[in-house]
């Protein structure tokens, strides 16, 4: 399981951490072993992940989490279901309609390079198709 926490203290052979509800948990120091520190920079959520400055399963987790659960996109029902690692596209299922699929968003990513538009399907597919006709 991965939670965000933020170490207030190490003292007496424990751990002190801080939800971001704002709640107390405390590791017993010979546990400490289980948390991960991560980078700042893997803490804000990154259309592509190749520019994590750590790039560990715990830091993969916590972007796509950021990315998908922004309070930006809660507010406007958007959400970041896309994201990259490099050429790759990782996407998340959010088990509703988000109606990101119209021909205007399609046409958003014509002829564009990979990377310049957000993460996203259509990004992947132009990439595909202008990578096939060149050869």
Not at 101 to 112: E, I, P, R
């Given at each position: 399981k991965v939670i965000d926490a933020i170490v207030e203290s190490v003292e007496n052979g424990v751990v002190r951490l801080t939800l971001p509800d704002g709640t107390t948990q405390t590791v017993p120091i010979q546990d400490s072993w289980r948390l991960?520190?991560?980078?700042?920079t893997s803490t804000i959520g990154?259309?592509?992940?190749?520019?994590?400055?750590?790039?560990?399963?715990?830091?993969?987790?916590r972007n796509l989490r950021v990315r998908y659960l922004s309070e930006s996109n809660l507010t406007t029902s958007r959400t970041s279901i896309y994201t990259y690692i490099g050429p790759f596209l990782v996407a998340i299922n959010p088990y509703r309609?988000?109606?990101?699929?119209?021909?205007?968003?399609?046409?958003?990513?014509?002829?564009?390079?990979?990377?310049?538009?957000?993460p996203h399907i259509f990004a992947i597919a132009d990439s595909a198709y202008l990578a096939m006709r060149r050869t």
């Open positions: 991960k520190k991560m980078h700042p990154v259309p592509d992940m190749i520019s994590l400055t750590d790039l560990t399963e715990a830091s993969v987790f309609d988000l109606q990101l699929y119209g021909k205007d968003t399609l046409l958003h990513y014509v002829n564009k390079p990979l990377g310049s538009c957000p």
